[in-house]
């Protein structure tokens, strides 16, 4: 094991001393690396100065560029640029300004409609005209020359010149559209949807969306037109209604509505009578041309009925006599009476209005008052034909009672009985006929020739004078008495002649 061992250690060192000689032996692969990397820096330096020389060159190229660009843009507008609209990218102040008055003067508007067809309004069709364009190098001062590599977004500078035009003749060139008359053929029969429910008219929507509205498309051009854009999409516009948006439907419906909206409650005699849109609407029409009529008719059938229960004029009434008798007096002029044709007229002119009024009729005749005494107020003259005697009430407390003496019978100048009203009074006048004159001092007419007077010629009243030396029909009364009813009697006052 030891011996062994020996021999192992004796031979070792030998082929130890074998390898050392040839590790000592030098070897071409480590030389070789030494001399490229030598080469590889004299080649990178090289390359680095090719580079720098590049980037300077490159450099200047675009100091030049830019600097061009900032000199170029000292007398141009930016590129995307627009001025009211109008592209005048890289263009000189003077062209742009050029440009600008060839685009005024060769405007035109453009409708693009959803189904592709397009229409124009040309400017000279409206007359559009503009004032002077201002000088465009005040407009380019504005921009910064030296940052015309961060114009990159569009931009629209304004025009400070004032475009007008002739509304009226726009709005007539729209209503000559092709959309425009489209939309009259779809109108057509649409009456025929026009409905009244609950107190309000509509029309029922058949779903499409084909009307433009006239007075919609106006007023969304308007104000396009003045800013000098070229067109709109009708479609985004939101330009396309249905039958309820037409104007002239809309304006149907308005005027339907405004009427209906009317409520007249009737005061007086009839009062309680409350006209509304319940019967209003009965009367109302809408013709094929879109027009809406009030029938006239309706509204007189109507007013007829009404004034059944106003009339009291010439209508026999009953009356409670100073003796306490209660008595029919029939004839007369005294009472209501309604004008049939003012009030239609009238009534028409409310509704056409839309108002809410209360109200009497139009009268032809008027009477004191509706109370419930068949129109009689509380002052009144009373006169008994048979009794020869008048008696006057003022608010109800009797003012004066006196004999008289009435129309001469025999002669066929009786007074004529029925309730009738003072037309006027007046003092100091003659009253004239065919074989007299007669002057007295008060003078109180109640039926055309016929009156209360004073009658100083008389020496004795009441009896039977009348029937044979009775007047030509008026009243004459004691003077004294005359005169006291005079000065407190008031036309209208009714007189009750039985």
């Given amino acids: 094991m030891g011996d062994n061992d020996k021999e192992v250690a004796e031979t070792e060192p030998a082929e130890t001393e074998a390898t050392e000689t040839e590790v000592t032996e030098p070897e071409p692969t480590e030389t070789e690396p030494t001399e490229n990397t030598e080469a590889q820096q004299k080649s990178g330096g090289r390359l680095w100065k090719k580079i720098l020389v590049s980037s300077g060159i490159v450099v200047a190229v675009l100091a030049a560029s830019y600097l ?46 959803k189904n592709g067809e397009e229409e124009v309004i040309k400017g000279e069709e409206i007359h559009l005209t503009h004032s002077p364009i201002e000088d465009m190098n005040e407009l380019l001062s504005k921009q910064n020359p030296f940052m015309w590599v961060t114009a990159t977004k569009s931009r629209d500078l304004p025009l400070n010149t004032e475009v007008t035009y002739n509304k009226d003749e726009l709005y007539n060139r729209i209503t000559q559209m092709k959309f425009s008359e489209q939309t009259r053929k779809n109108m057509e029969g649409s009456v025929d949807n026009i409905y009244y429910e609950n107190g309000v008219y509509g029309v029922h929507d058949d779903g499409t969306k084909d009307i433009v509205s006239v007075n919609d498309m106006y007023n969304k051009v308007k104000p396009k037109i003045k800013d000098l854009y070229r ?120 509704i056409r209005n839309g108002e809410t009024v209360e109200r009497e009729p139009e009268y032809s005749r008027m009477a004191a008052t509706h109370g419930p005494n068949n129109d009689l107020p509380n002052t009144y003259v009373e006169i008994s034909i048979g009794g020869q005697h008048l008696w006057y009430y003022k608010d109800g407390a009797l003012v004066v009672s006196t004999d008289v003496v009435t129309g001469n019978t025999s002669k066929g100048n009786g007074t004529p009985t029925g309730t009738y009203s003072i037309a006027y009074k007046d003092k100091n006048v003659t009253l004239k006929g065919e074989d007299y004159e007669t002057p007295v001092s008060f003078w109180m007419p109640f039926n055309g020739g016929i009156g209360l007077h004073d009658a100083t010629w008389r020496g004795s009243f009441g009896g039977a004078i009348y029937k044979s030396s009775g007047s030509h029909g008026c009243v004459n009364m004691p003077y004294n008495a ?12 009714p007189v009750v002649v039985y």
């Avoid at 109008?86 to 060769?106: H, R």
């Avoid at 005359?482 to 006052?493: E, K, L, R, V, W």
């Fill in 68 to 113: 061009g660009g900032a000199a170029f843009y000292n007398s141009h507008f930016f590129f995307n640029t627009g001025i009211g609209g109008v592209d005048c990218s890289n263009l000189s102040a003077e062209a742009a300004k050029e440009k600008l008055e060839n685009e005024i003067n060769n405007y035109t508007f453009t409708f693009y409609e």
């Fill in 231 to 350: 067109g709109m999409s009708m479609e985004k516009e939101d330009c396309y209604k249905g039958l309820a948006d037409d104007d002239t439907m809309k304006g149907v419906l308005d005027l339907l509505n405004k009427y209906v909206s009317s409520k007249v409650t009737y005061i007086g005699a009839g009062g309680g009578t409350v006209l509304d849109s319940d019967t209003i609407n009965t009367w109302l029409s809408v013709g094929g041309d879109y027009s809406v009529k009030i029938d006239e008719n309706k509204v007189r059938e109507y007013v007829d009925d009404l004034a059944g229960k106003y009339n009291t004029y010439g209508q026999p009434r009953k009356f409670k006599t100073t003796a306490g008798e209660m008595i029919t007096v029939t004839g007369g002029t005294y009472g209501w009476l309604v004008n049939n044709q003012k009030e239609t007229s009238k009534l028409c002119e409310i």
């Fill in 482 to 493: 005359a005169q006291t009813i005079y000065g407190s009697i008031s036309p209208g006052d």
